[in-house]
């Protein structure tokens, strides 16, 4: 399972795993490239590695069997994922494609394997981030059901700030409503809302964040 928005109290950076362990990761891995809109791996392919973000943006979603997309998460350079199927030797359950000109560090599922039966500490990296994912996803069962769409929408932006190191985030209306299982219509007036009270500008395929705190403070009203 990929990550996406931090349960309370979790932050962006705390679904990274440490920096030598990234690099132990590196050392094995080989570079892939991908252009805009290219596809790294769709829902039932085998788990053949893993694979971790170097530059660029990933996209990472799930199509009904009506044709509608969810978004689950865009993915931002010093991420790593694919772990799940290789531990448990299942198919792929969501399709990834790039979201511009990406790198991609890739490690083969037996170099991962190995890693993880004579590294101790990387096993317990890995071990932790499943947990972390884990728990991300009851959070995500919680809001779901509990949150009203301002709190979930704030959150969202929070999340996406964080993990792209600036207040301009390169997302559309579009993403957000798959993220969120809602309707672009509905993003797009709480979006307005907030632009009028001066909290964010929206822009074409971008928002930029104008006050961070009041956004903050949406985010923990329920």
């Given at each position: 399972?990929?990550?996406?928005?931090?349960?309370?109290?979790?932050?962006?950076?705390?679904?990274?795993?440490?920096?030598?362990?990234?690099?132990?990761?590196?050392?094995?891995?080989?570079?892939?490239?991908?252009?805009?809109?290219?596809?790294?791996?769709?829902?039932?392919?085998?788990?053949?590695?893993?694979?971790?973000?170097?530059?660029?943006?990933?996209?990472?979603s799930v199509v009904?069997?009506?044709?509608?997309?969810?978004?689950?998460?865009?993915?931002?350079?010093?991420?790593?994922?694919?772990?799940?199927?290789?531990?448990?030797?299942?198919?792929?359950?969501?399709?990834?494609?790039?979201?511009?000109?990406?790198?991609?560090?890739?490690?083969?599922?037996?170099?991962?394997?190995?890693?993880?039966?004579?590294?101790?500490?990387?096993?317990?990296?890995?071990?932790?981030?499943?947990?972390?994912?884990l728990r991300q996803a009851l959070a995500w069962i919680d809001d779901a059901i509990l949150m009203p769409l301002p709190v979930r929408l704030a959150h969202r932006l929070l999340t996406l700030d964080a993990r792209a190191g600036s207040t301009l985030l390169a997302v559309s209306q579009e993403d957000l409503a798959f993220m969120l299982g809602v309707s672009r219509q509905s993003v797009n007036r709480q979006l307005k809302l907030w632009e009028e009270d001066g909290t964010l500008r929206v822009g074409y395929r971008s928002i930029e964040l104008l006050d961070r705190a009041r956004l903050e403070h949406r985010a923990a009203t329920a």
């Amino acid at each position: 399972m990929p990550d996406s928005t931090p349960p309370p109290g979790q932050g962006a950076d705390d679904m990274r795993l440490p920096e030598d362990i990234q690099q132990t990761l590196l050392a094995v891995a080989h570079r892939r490239t991908l252009a805009r809109g290219g596809s790294l791996f769709h829902k039932g392919s085998s788990p053949d590695a893993l694979f971790g973000v170097v530059s660029g943006s990933l996209r990472v979603s799930v199509v009904a069997s009506g044709g509608r997309e969810a978004v689950i998460s865009m993915l931002e350079p010093g991420h790593w994922f694919g772990e799940v199927s290789l531990l448990v030797g299942r198919e792929r359950v969501y399709d990834t494609c790039a979201v511009d000109a990406t790198e991609m560090a890739v490690v083969a599922a037996s170099d991962f394997h190995h890693l993880i039966a004579t590294r101790p500490d990387v096993h317990m990296a890995f071990t932790r981030l499943v947990c972390l994912r884990l728990r991300q996803a009851l959070a995500w069962i919680d809001d779901a059901i509990l949150m009203p769409l301002p709190v979930r929408l704030a959150h969202r932006l929070l999340t996406l700030d964080a993990r792209a190191g600036s207040t301009l985030l390169a997302v559309s209306q579009e993403d957000l409503a798959f993220m969120l299982g809602v309707s672009r219509q509905s993003v797009n007036r709480q979006l307005k809302l907030w632009e009028e009270d001066g909290t964010l500008r929206v822009g074409y395929r971008s928002i930029e964040l104008l006050d961070r705190a009041r956004l903050e403070h949406r985010a923990a009203t329920a």
